[in-house]
């Protein structure tokens, strides 16, 4: 487990409630309606940090916020003793294991420097000027990691309130640690249901497709999947955008992984999915994933 994470990425309750979920899971009441943030400081309210280690030579800074917290700020003492509440909450004030590894395969992939991210003024990687977009963000790691790399970057999180008490300041805190000289990309902050967020990018001038799509510890349940899916449709550029998803092979309890994740979009056909990375998480006996989704060799020559 890295440093500075939950514990595995589990919903705290028994079988009976377990399968109680599993139930409800047919019609989830997700229907938030999706709206931009706009970041107001509010006077008087502590925001706790820590540093979580990234890569050797590279640590970022996250805030502190308890169950018991989330719960006060969400109105909703269930949220205190659950990761998983349908409609309402599900895990954004908690850091899980596969956000580091996602944030390894940026580092890897787009040839970061670790060591120079927070010192270099020139900072470059092939990461800058891409635009990005981090689904189901909560803490937000990978997508502040490719904006501290000069990427155009977007958040997301179904709970305006993880996005203000959370997301926006570490997103802050991080670029403040930068050298002055280094230019900062534009961010913007967008709450809702994954579908009616896809509706609200392409509809409302904020530029539509993204190069990149991220999300992390999303697709732990078969109707997760299917909106995250659909968003990603409406949301990834084509002929060259890609999606990397992470997540672990199986969530026991509630029925979703990579395994069904990758069977879905296999199945619904837009796009090709692979397996990049792989964690053998031997204390839990599961396997962390990230999955990369791309289009089809074979649709690239009609987009160019």
């Known amino acids: 487990m890295a440093d ?20 409800e899971q ?36 996250k805030g502190i916020i308890s169950s018991d917290e989330a719960a006060t700020i969400l109105s909703d003492q269930r949220v205190a003793s659950s ?24 580092i890897s992939r787009y040839k970061v420097a670790p060591e120079r991210v927070l010192t270099d003024p020139d900072m ?51 670029m403040e640690r930068l050298p002055r000289s280094r230019p900062r990309p534009s961010t913007r902050y967008f709450a809702g249901d994954w579908r009616l967020v896809g509706e609200h990018l392409t509809g409302k001038g904020y530029g539509g ?10 697709i732990y349940s078969v109707p997760a999947q299917e909106r995250l899916l659909e968003c990603i449709k409406q949301l990834l550029q084509p002929p060259h955008g890609i999606a990397l998803i992470a997540a672990k092979r199986y969530y026991f309890g509630v029925g979703g992984g990579t395994k069904s994740f ?32 791309k289009f089809p060799a074979a649709i690239v020559p009609y987009f160019l």
């Open 262 to 293: 990758r069977s879905l979009v296999e199945r619904d056909g837009i796009f090709e999915t692979s397996v990049v990375a792989q964690v053998e998480d031997k204390a839990s006996g599961n396997v962390r994933e990230v999955l990369m989704l």
């Open 209 to 218: 497709h993204y190069d990149i799509i991220l999300s992390s510890e999303t």
């Open 124 to 174: 470059g990687s092939e990461l800058q000027g891409k635009r990005v977009l981090e689904l189901g963000c909560g803490h937000g790691l990978p997508g502040i990691l490719t904006l501290m790399c000069g990427a155009e970057v977007h958040f997301q999180d179904y709970n305006q309130e993880v996005l203000r008490r959370l997301t926006i300041p570490n997103a802050i805190s991080n």
């Open 26 to 61: 047919g019609a989830p009441e997700y229907n938030e309606p999706a709206a931009e943030l706009v970041f107001r400081p509010q006077p008087g309210i502590a925001f706790y940090t820590e540093e979580v280690p990234i890569a050797e030579g590279l640590s970022l800074v």
């Open 83 to 106: 990761d998983l509440v349908p409609g309402k909450y599900e895990g954004g004030f908690k850091l899980w294991e596969c956000t580091f590894d996602l944030c390894k395969e940026l």
């Open 4 to 23: 500075g994470a939950e514990p595995a990425f589990r919903f705290n309750f028994g079988k009976e409630e377990s399968d109680k979920v599993q139930e």
